[in-house]
């Protein structure tokens, strides 16, 4: 067994709405294991800066510190305007330090609260803990931390659930080359109609077209001082979206098309596959969103065996398959037209999963292949 100053190590990731959320929380209920919610989802402000997250050269302690108490530019945004999606955890009100129009830490506002009810406190506590960190790379810096947070807990393995953490398979590869990875699978077209509801991937959409207009993250620290200029080449709807005219009605009502997310989706599983494939076998489980909802107890002990042998508990997986319920929508509730492009968006990431051989168990209603 994993040793609190060496916990095991665990990536639960997925192209996010994918049921990610949910294995999460149903991790924080095991007696060992420190369940880590959304911490890069934050600290990259929605995977935009991952570069400052994942420098080349090692950080000092203070430098650190800086990445995880940082208030991002688009979380701070949504937050301020009442946008912040369920996931984040920290609510700020008359009796918390931080409040939504200065912005929240990154690491304040889902991890800390998801393990604990003092979340204040425990950012105190762990800022005094990193202040005596030697320097090192980003990845000795984050299993530091996670390591700390361990012993803090009482606990012997940590994993790390980020939504659409996919993305960084190459990051995580690089600075955790001893993690292993729940891959978390979801039938490609209820997870784009997902997204498409979901105030933080539409406008991680929106932000993206608007990088490729103007040629610059309008979101970034340092504006580009060719901004104005391009602004007439911004289509009118995506306008409300930028930074000094940001209009939360405007970004609550705004709509993307369903196949948009699904070939988001089939890009994604195409390229977080192909990162999958390079890694030991023995290191990655896929588990298919329909078969925890259809066998909740067989998945959650499929889970605890990856974990490890001392991971197994029955007790746990009793208790946590009691938790699992019934998604509230399906893709197959559309109109015609939007089902049918939206399935042939997803065909290619269907594809891929099958060309891996990652299929549902038998009986279970996600398709294995396009």
Request: hydrophobic share 40%.
């Amino acid at each position: 067994m994993p040793t609190p100053t060496s916990p095991g190590q665990v990536f639960v990731t997925g192209t996010g709405r994918c049921g990610s959320t949910l294995v999460s929380e149903l991790l924080r209920e095991h007696p060992q294991a420190l369940s880590l919610s959304e911490l890069f989802n934050h600290l990259t402000d929605m995977y935009r800066i991952t570069a400052r997250v994942f420098p080349e050269g090692p950080l000092t302690a203070a430098e650190f510190w800086s990445v995880l108490s940082s208030r991002n530019t688009v979380n701070r945004l949504l937050g301020a305007n009442g946008l912040a999606p369920r996931e984040v955890l920290y609510r700020p009100s008359a009796t918390t330090r931080f409040q939504a129009d200065t912005g929240i830490p990154a690491v304040l506002m889902t991890t800390l609260p998801h393990l604990t009810d003092t979340p204040d406190e425990l950012y105190d506590e762990l800022r005094v803990a990193v202040a005596e960190f030697p320097d090192a790379r980003a990845g000795e810096h984050y299993r530091r931390m996670f390591a700390w947070l361990c012993t803090r807990f009482g606990k012997t393995l940590w994993a790390e659930r980020s939504g659409g953490s996919l993305i960084l398979a190459g990051q995580f590869r690089e600075h955790f080359p001893d993690a292993r990875y729940l891959h978390i699978v979801r039938d490609g077209r209820d997870t784009a109609l997902s997204m498409s509801r979901h105030t933080g991937f539409r406008m991680a959409a929106v932000v993206m077209a608007l990088h490729l207009t103007l040629g610059h993250d309008p979101y970034a620290d340092t504006p580009a001082p060719d901004v104005e200029r391009n602004l007439g080449f911004v289509p009118e709807e995506l306008l409300p979206f930028l930074p000094d005219r940001f209009d939360a009605d405007a970004v609550r009502d705004y709509r993307l098309p369903v196949s948009l997310f699904g070939t988001y989706w089939a890009d994604e599983m195409q390229r977080g596959m192909e990162a999958m494939s390079l890694l030991p076998q023995e290191n990655v489980l896929h588990v298919w969103y329909e078969d925890l909802l259809a066998a909740p107890e067989e998945s959650l002990h499929r889970i605890g065996e990856f974990l490890g042998a001392d991971f197994v508990d029955s007790d746990w997986e009793r208790r946590s398959a009691a938790k699992v319920g019934a998604p509230s929508s399906s893709w197959r509730d559309l109109p015609d037209a939007e089902r049918e492009e939206l399935d042939q968006a997803c065909a290619a990431g269907f594809a891929v999963l099958a060309a891996h051989g990652v299929v549902p168990m038998a009986g279970t209603t996600a398709r294995s292949g396009a």
